[in-house]
């Protein structure tokens, strides 16, 4: 298994008000993506005193929380062959879902085989910790997108 060491940021246990918690998916991937990539003050109320995190709503409200970060479009195949490059690059990557009645951020890590496939990407997820791809998303997700993140 290809992978880089990312800190596990678990949104319900943020101590945070539960409108927040609920919400804070995104802010925890980038939390996480920052102290990968050496911000030794990555927390998610650094990144809410600096302005990086909405205090009140959990939205991101700027990606380049101590890093580079650049969205990337592109099929789920280009999706999966971000994550390869990226990991093998030493940077973690932020993966969006879209589900019919959400969004939910998860953070690449790691990589096992060529990576092609969902059961073979592991990511941190804010709700369950690290797991695959597919133990995250399953078939119910629509669209994914890329964030790629650099120090």
């Given at each position: 298994?290809?992978?880089?060491?990312?800190?596990?940021?678990?949104?319900?246990?943020?101590?945070?008000?539960?409108?927040f918690q609920q919400r804070a998916c995104a802010a925890c991937c980038t939390v996480s993506a920052s102290s990968a990539l050496g911000n030794t003050n990555a927390s998610i109320d650094d990144a809410i005193q600096r302005g990086y995190v909405d205090g009140t709503s959990a939205k991101v409200l700027n990606w380049n929380y101590e890093m580079t970060v650049q969205a990337?479009?592109?099929?789920?195949?280009?999706c999966f062959a971000r994550v390869v490059s990226e990991i093998l690059a030493g940077c973690?990557?932020?993966?969006?879902?879209?589900?019919?009645?959400s969004d939910h951020y998860v953070l690449a890590y790691g990589f096992t085989g060529n990576g092609d496939r969902a059961d073979r990407i592991y990511?941190?997820?804010?709700?369950?910790?690290n797991c695959t791809l597919s133990t995250t998303?399953?078939?119910?997700?629509?669209?994914?997108?890329?964030?790629?993140c650099h120090p």
């Amino acid at each position: 298994m290809a992978s880089i060491s990312v800190p596990v940021v678990k949104q319900y246990e943020l101590g945070k008000p539960d409108y927040f918690q609920q919400r804070a998916c995104a802010a925890c991937c980038t939390v996480s993506a920052s102290s990968a990539l050496g911000n030794t003050n990555a927390s998610i109320d650094d990144a809410i005193q600096r302005g990086y995190v909405d205090g009140t709503s959990a939205k991101v409200l700027n990606w380049n929380y101590e890093m580079t970060v650049q969205a990337q479009g592109g099929s789920e195949s280009d999706c999966f062959a971000r994550v390869v490059s990226e990991i093998l690059a030493g940077c973690p990557v932020i993966i969006q879902g879209r589900r019919p009645s959400s969004d939910h951020y998860v953070l690449a890590y790691g990589f096992t085989g060529n990576g092609d496939r969902a059961d073979r990407i592991y990511v941190m997820d804010p709700v369950h910790g690290n797991c695959t791809l597919s133990t995250t998303y399953g078939d119910g997700y629509s669209y994914l997108n890329c964030y790629t993140c650099h120090p």
